[in-house]
C-alpha cells in the first residue's frame, strides 16, 4: 500500500492488489510517498452489527519520576465474554503509555464502563 502526502496536508492511501502495480505507479507519484503493509491477526467476521455495542474506552498511562502519562484507546466493539482482567493482562507492560514515548504502561483503567 502507498501513502502519497501533498504539501503536508493531503494524504490518500492507494491499495493494489499485486506488488507490481505498486512498483509500477511508485515514480509517477508527486509529493512524499511512503510505502507500508497492513497486517490483521485473529478476530472474528461478524455478519451484523451487535446490539448493543460494548464499546471499551480504556485509559493506559505510566507513572514517571516527573508525573503520570496517559492515552485513552477507545475499542468501538469487544466480546461480551471479555472482563476488565482481560484488560489488565493483555495491556499493562504492552501497550506504549502514550504518543510520545516508548514507555510501557504500569496501569489501565476503564472509563466510562457500564459493569
Given amino acids: 500500500m502507498l501513502r502519497q502526502t501533498i504539501d503536508g496536508l ?15 505507479l511508485l515514480p509517477l507519484l ?3 510517498v511512503e510505502s507500508y ?3 490483521g491477526d485473529g478476530g472474528t467476521a461478524l455478519t451484523s452489527t451487535p446490539d448493543p455495542l460494548n464499546r471499551k474506552n480504556v485509559i493506559v498511562g505510566a507513572k514517571t519520576a516527573t508525573g503520570r502519562i496517559s492515552t485513552m484507546v477507545t475499542i468501538p466493539h469487544v466480546k461480551q465474554s471479555y472482563m476488565f482482567q482481560n484488560f489488565l493482562s493483555d495491556f499493562t507492560g504492552k501497550l506504549d503509555a502514550n504518543y510520545d514515548t516508548a514507555v510501557k504502561c504500569d496501569y489501565v483503567t476503564l472509563k466510562f464502563d457500564r459493569l
Avoid at 493531503?10 to 509500477?24: P, R, V
Fill in 30 to 32: 508527486a509529493g512524499k
Fill in 10 to 24: 493531503y494524504a490518500k492511501s492507494l491499495t493494489f492488489s499485486s506488488g507490481s502495480d505498486e512498483d509500477a
Fill in 37 to 39: 503493509s497492513v497486517f
